[in-house]
């Protein structure tokens, strides 16, 4: 159980979640920066709640164009979980995924789609092909199977995740929208309601 203090930390934690939702992003990262700096002297760099806030504040890096900055946090956070929570845990899968996002733009497409295909199926394994994590998964993969070539397993398999996108999150959807679009989808950890 968590204690009071610890508890308001995850709460900065999700409010940078939230700012980083409806795009305030500089007050998303100022947030994000202040979560994981606390969480780090509260619980130690390798605790999971640390690394989930690494791996968040990475995301809001990366939409902020800070990719050098956003890598490393989500290569220290891939690590840190593989060591604490092993390969085949949900926040591994979903570091993972938000690494292969890095390697994505930062134009190494073959390391993205080994990442995002790693992760996607470790996310169907845990939830099931239609969760919307497993779906946003294959959006990524699908990009990056674009764009290391093999157009037409894309292209296929982009027509079937934008069905599963449109009954899972609905035709309006802004992650819908997002796949329509073409652009890649990160993971944000969420702190677990103890």
């Known amino acids: 159980m968590l204690d009071w203090i610890g508890t308001q930390i995850l709460a900065l934690m999700t409010l940078s979640n939230c700012l980083t939702a409806v795009g305030?992003?500089?007050?998303?990262?100022?947030?994000g920066e202040d979560a994981t700096a606390a969480l780090r002297?509260?619980?130690?760099?390798?605790?999971?709640?640390?690394?989930?806030?690494?791996?968040?504040?990475?995301?809001?890096?990366?939409?902020?164009?800070?990719?050098?900055?956003?890598?490393?946090l989500d290569e220290q956070s891939l690590a840190g979980f593989r060591r604490r929570l092993g390969?085949?845990?949900?926040y591994t899968f979903c570091a993972t995924m938000n690494?292969?996002?890095?390697?994505?733009?930062?134009?190494?497409?073959p390391a993205a789609r080994t990442l995002s295909e790693h992760a996607l199926a470790g996310l169907a394994r845990i939830f099931g092909e239609e969760h919307p994590q497993t779906v946003s998964c294959r959006q990524n993969y699908v990009l990056d199977l674009a764009a290391t070539g093999d157009t037409e397993m894309a292209h296929?398999?982009?027509?079937?995740t934008l069905s599963q996108f449109r009954r899972v999150y609905g035709p309006?959807?802004?992650e819908t929208r997002s796949m329509e679009a073409g652009r890649r989808s990160?993971?944000?950890?969420e702190p677990p309601n103890w």
């Open 24 to 31: 305030q992003l500089t007050e998303a990262r100022i947030v």
């Open 99 to 109: 690494l292969a996002n890095d390697f994505a733009v930062s134009g190494d497409a």
């Open 186 to 189: 990160s993971i944000e950890i």
């Open 41 to 72: 002297l509260r619980f130690g760099n390798d605790h999971p709640f640390t690394l989930a806030a690494s791996t968040n504040l990475a995301t809001v890096m990366r939409l902020l164009i800070q990719h050098p900055a956003a890598r490393e």
């Open 156 to 160: 296929n398999l982009r027509q079937e």
């Open 87 to 90: 390969d085949d845990h949900l």
């Open 172 to 174: 309006h959807h802004p």
